[in-house]
Each structure stands twice: as C-alpha cells, then as structure tokens.
C-alpha cells in the first residue's frame, strides 16, 4: 500500500514529532541539572535551537515549540505559576527572529552558515529578552530580568552547534514546502533516467 499524506497531514505529524524531542530532550536536561548539579549558575536548554529549526521549517507554528518548551521547563523544575507566564509567554519573543526570515530569506540562511549562526543566536537572545520583558513586566526587579540572559548564555552556544549540526543534515533544517518540492522534482528526474 502506497499511502501518501497531504501537506496538512504531513505538517501536524512534523510538529508533533519536534514536539516529542523538545519535551523529552528539555526534561532530560532539566532533571539531570536539577538533581546532578543543583548549585550551577548557569543552564543549558534545547528550546531556542528546537523552536529555530521549527521556525524555519513551518514559519510561526514554531510558537507551539517556544510554549511548550517554556511549560515543560518549568514543570520539570517546579516552577510558580509566575515563572510558567515568564517562561511561556516569554520564550514566544523567539518569533522576532521571523524578521531575520523575511530579511534574509529562508534558503539563505540555510545555505550562508554566518547567517544561519546568527539566526540561532538571535532566536535565543530574542527568547531570553522576551523572558527579561514579561518578568519586568510583572514587576520583577532589573537585575533578575538581565538574569534571564546572564544564566542562559550557555545555551546560546549549545543553539548555536545545534543549528549548525542540523544545517547539515538533508531537509532538517529547510523550508518543508521547498525541501518536499525538491525531494519530489529529483525523484521524477530520477525516474526519468
């Protein structure tokens, strides 16, 4: 049987699959900072990487990632319900680097790797910044909301490999509708010979 998705049905298996990384991947990381090493300043999260790849794979669906990455943080870590509004409302500030998309265009930054750097950077300064603003927001002093970026600067980094690492691979880290058109136009080509 030779069963073929629609775009749609294709799309929602997609973000459901990027979903279950994020969640496992995050809550992994969470636990094992939580009880191995408690007393670190600094953490590490695959949310700002997994919601760029998302970004550039199905434009602002990645908002669903940015969410529910905040969430599983903050569940995980046991957070107040403060924290999840800081985290969850907060991390949507990663859409921002849907500019840099409409700027650049999608295949650039795929292709140009200082682009595609800058794109994950941006993605987690713009998450961490939106944290920095809902905690401002709700009345938090200014030396917690720069806090957000200080204690995340690692993450930054870990963005940055990511996105680098999964520039790399076929169709990872590419505009679905384009990477599906091109897959399909080598097949017929293929076909062909």
């Known amino acids: ?40 300043l600094y953490t590490v999260s695959v949310v700002a990487a997994l919601t760029a790849i998302v970004m550039m ?9 940015a969410v529910l990455g905040g969430a599983v943080f903050c569940f995980v870590s046991g ?11 907060g991390n949507l500030g990663s859409l921002a680097s849907l500019l840099l998309i409409r700027l650049w265009g999608k295949e650039a930054i795929r292709q140009d790797v200082f682009r595609s750097l800058a794109f994950a950077i941006a993605t987690q300064l713009c998450m961490q910044l939106g944290r920095g603003l809902v905690a401002l927001a709700m009345g938090h002093e200014l030396s917690r909301c720069v806090g957000f970026i200080t204690t ?19 169709g990872i880290f590419e505009d679905q509708k384009h990477y599906l058109l091109r897959v399909n136009g080598e097949e017929e080509k293929g076909g062909i010979r």
Do not use: K
């Not at 294709?10 to 007393?39: H, Q």
């Open 57 to 65: 794979r199905w434009g602002p669906w990645a908002a669903i990632h």
């Open 1 to 40: 049987m030779n069963r073929r998705f629609s775009f749609q049905q294709y799309r929602t298996i997609d973000l459901i699959l990027f979903a279950v990384m994020l969640v496992f991947s995050e809550a992994v990381i969470v636990t094992a900072a939580r009880f191995w090493f408690p007393d670190q």
């Open 152 to 170: 995340d600067v690692l993450s930054g980094l870990f963005t940055a490999v990511i996105i680098w690492i999964a520039r790399r691979l076929d």
């Open 79 to 89: 957070a107040s319900a403060g924290q999840f509004v800081i985290y969850c409302i």
